[in-house]
């Protein structure tokens, strides 16, 4: 059984920057970061495999946000900056013991509590 608790999010202003981290227990083969705004889908952000910390971007967040995974501390962080308005969403951290698509959230088993994420112009 994958837990995963998140922390991190708040309000900052366009061009700020923000670090949301999950710790995780049992084992996973994917970690990712989704997020959701209203009235939208809920999109992958960031993916990085725990076998050989190989990362994926949503072509959105490339060059702005990083993630990044502590084996030793069993926690996955995602770096957010140059934050703009348009990356206001609820973010989840996921993780699946399986190698599965950031394009299918629905592949995900396992989630985070969320976290917002506010950025204001």
């Known amino acids: 059984q994958v837990q995963l608790v998140e922390s991190g999010g708040g309000s900052v202003q366009a061009g700020e920057s923000l670090r949301l981290s999950c710790a995780t227990s049992?084992?996973?083969?994917?970690l990712a970061w989704f997020r959701q705004a209203p009235g939208k889908e809920r999109e992958g952000v960031a993916g990085i495999w725990t076998s050989d910390s190989s990362t994926l971007y949503a072509d959105s967040v490339k060059g702005r946000f990083t993630i990044t995974h502590d084996k030793a501390k069993n926690t996955v962080y995602l770096q957010m900056n140059s934050l703009k308005p348009e990356d206001t969403a609820m973010y989840y951290c996921?993780?699946?013991?399986?190698?599965?698509?950031?394009?299918?959230?629905?592949?995900?088993?396992?989630w985070g509590q969320g976290s917002q994420v506010n950025v204001s112009s």
């Open positions: 049992g084992y996973t083969y994917v």
């Open positions: 996921a993780a699946s013991e399986y190698r599965v698509p950031l394009s299918r959230p629905a592949a995900f088993r396992y």
